[in-house]
Structures are given as C-alpha cells and as structure tokens.
C-alpha cells in the first residue's frame, strides 16, 4: 500500500477518535456498582483490572475475569458513563484537513447500543458531520463476531469505494484483520495501554494518533 493511493478513511471511534480508557477509569471508580471495589484505582493500573488478550491488544471491560459481561452491560446502561469518553486532541482539525484534501471519511464502530452510539457521536463529532459519514454495527460475540468486515463490504457497496484505496484505522488486534478480510488496509492506531502486534501483523503501519495518520498520508512528516 502506499498512502498517496488512499482515497476513503473508515475510522474506528474508541481508542482512534475518542479516548475510552478515560470512560472505563471513571465508570471503575465512579459507578455505584464498583466504586468502592476500585477505590484508589490508579491509571496505570487499568490493565491489572483489565487484562489484555492477546489478540485484542487494548484494554476492554468484558476481558474482567469475574463481571466482564456484566460490567459491559451497565457500563452501555448509564449513558453518563457511556457518553463521558472525550475526544482526543486535535481530532476535529485533522479530520477537517483530510477533508480539505479530498479523503473521504466514516466512523466504523461496533457496539453493544446502536442506537445510544450513533446519538454520541452525532454530538461528539457535530463539527465534521457535514462531511463525515456515521457508521455503528452492533456487535457480535466478543473476538468471535464478523460486525465490522460484513459492514466495511456493505460500505464499499453502498458508498461505491474501491477497497483498494481504503483503510481502517483501528486499535484493536483483531480488527486488523477485520480490515483485511475486506479487501480494505489496515493501519494501527496505538492509544495507550495497546499492546504489540503479533509477528504475522508487524507489517501493518501504526501511529500514536490521528495527526500522525494524516501526516502519513498526505505525505508529511510521520512516525511509521
């Protein structure tokens, strides 16, 4: 792949656009239901909580091993909590170059509420939805589900896009490969607590943000 033959960016929103390791610290520590499990949690120790699989490679509440699933569901229940993941910096301006320059933009987010997601981020991205496209997918089983590339071919349909000069970026391992099943690139975006890709994956570039991916493509100074 070589980035000045991309055309359409397919952004993942949690861990890429908008920050949800803030959300998961503050639900841990603030819902009723764990607060004073998690009493004087700090950041760093997230990945104790949550313990990372390998092949999801971030952190995520259902890795708990006792109250995964139920931690998820009440954490996708209070929209207090769901909603309080803010934007990373600079987001809403780099999303606006790659407008200037032509890229065509979606979200590409998977979720346990479709229609709670798809609200939040209609508000959260209000600045750049003239031009970017909302897409939300209601997840299957957790790194046994085909959500994101059923709903990335139904996109190239859809918007009539070339996977070819398409990529996703996204954090977590296992969509990377989401990525490639669909004809589209995968770029890896490492928000914090990521873990490495595998051998089999180390070819896939990776950046620490957003502005770092539109470096890249638009042929500035990147991180590669």
Known sequence: MKPSQIQNI????????ADLNYAYFHFLTGHPNYRDRYAGLKWEQLPEVLPIVPEYGALELKTHPELGAKMDRDFCADQSFFRNRPLYPKVIET????NAQGCRQFTMSATFDVEAKTAYLNDILAPVTDFLTIECVQH????HDTAKVDRLRECFRKYELNPDETILVDDRIYNQHAAIES???PVRLR??????LPEDLAWIPEFKDVEAVADWLLGEEGIN
Not at 95 to 98: I, M, S, T, V
Not at 140 to 143: A, P, V
């Open 140 to 143: 299957g089983e957790f790194m």
């Open 95 to 98: 999303l606006k170059r790659l």
């Open 10 to 17: 397919f952004w993942d929103v949690d861990g890429v656009l």
């Open 191 to 196: 928000c914090e607590f990521t873990t490495d």
């Open 183 to 185: 004809g589209a690139h």
